[in-house]
């Protein structure tokens, strides 16, 4: 049976190594300090490394969860996998500079001891896109990912309850890619850009998320419901 693998499969294997890789490639330096003001400026940058660092950190167990529920290995999930995988690579950057310089706003200091050079809005609007578009390509793989195993539910063998999970989640992360195409709008019309209201409009994915949720419970298949309470 392919569902809830006890042991990774190779895919995974190639996943984790990626993610190792991207978290690698977060690190303030790579050399050793030889001096005691080479050190603190590193440790200027810890702010941003933390913030980073728990982002892929989310990510990372996001994909994790899927593949604890499923064992897909066929060649869609394959490609959908390596894309995502890609899209984290290249996420890894953008990633890094805003979260300098948002402990650059509040502390005062960024990633290696200075504050990410934006020296204008459109500088600005440029790093709210390429964030955003990676933000949005990373959960539309993941999306289609739980999509596609909703369409594989015979060969994986999911009750009622698991389909709905499956379905649920693939909504929850579409949700996800919706906000950051807003984000994406509202730097492309350039609404509040200098004010950063591209990054506040994320600030929607905990209520609808949260609505999403509730509705989705109430849609949940009786079969579903009544499963559940013989199981506990």
């Known amino acids: 049976m392919w569902r809830r693998r006890s042991e990774p499969s190779r895919i995974e294997a190639l996943s984790d190594g990626v993610f190792a890789f991207a978290l690698t490639l977060l690190v303030v330096s790579l050399e050793v300090p030889g001096t005691l ?57 953008p990633l890094k500079f805003v979260a300098a310089g948002i402990t650059g706003y509040l502390f005062g200091f960024g990633d290696y001891g200075r504050m990410p050079a934006v020296t204008s809005v459109e500088e600005l609007s440029t790093l709210f896109l390429l964030y955003s578009l990676g933000f949005v390509l990373i959960f539309v793989f993941i999306s289609l990912m739980y999509a596609h195993a909703a369409r594989k539910a015979g060969l994986l063998e999911l009750d009622d309850a698991e389909l709905h999970e499956a379905n649920t989640l693939k909504r929850h992360y579409a949700i996800f890619v919706a906000v950051g195409l807003l984000s994406m709008a509202v730097t492309a019309l350039g609404v509040w850009v200098e004010f950063g209201f591209p990054g506040w409009v994320y600030a929607l994915l905990g209520p609808l998320c949260w609505l999403h949720g509730m509705w989705s419970e109430r849609r949940c298949p009786a079969s579903a419901v009544t499963g559940a309470r013989q199981g506990s």
């Open 37 to 93: 003001d080479e050190l603190l400026a590193d440790l200027s940058g810890f702010g941003a490394f933390a913030l980073s660092f728990g982002a892929l950190l989310l990510i990372w167990a996001v994909h994790n969860g899927f593949f604890r529920r499923y064992g897909l290995q066929d060649e869609w999930t394959t490609i959908l996998n390596g894309c995502l995988l890609f899209v984290v690579l290249f996420y890894v950057f």
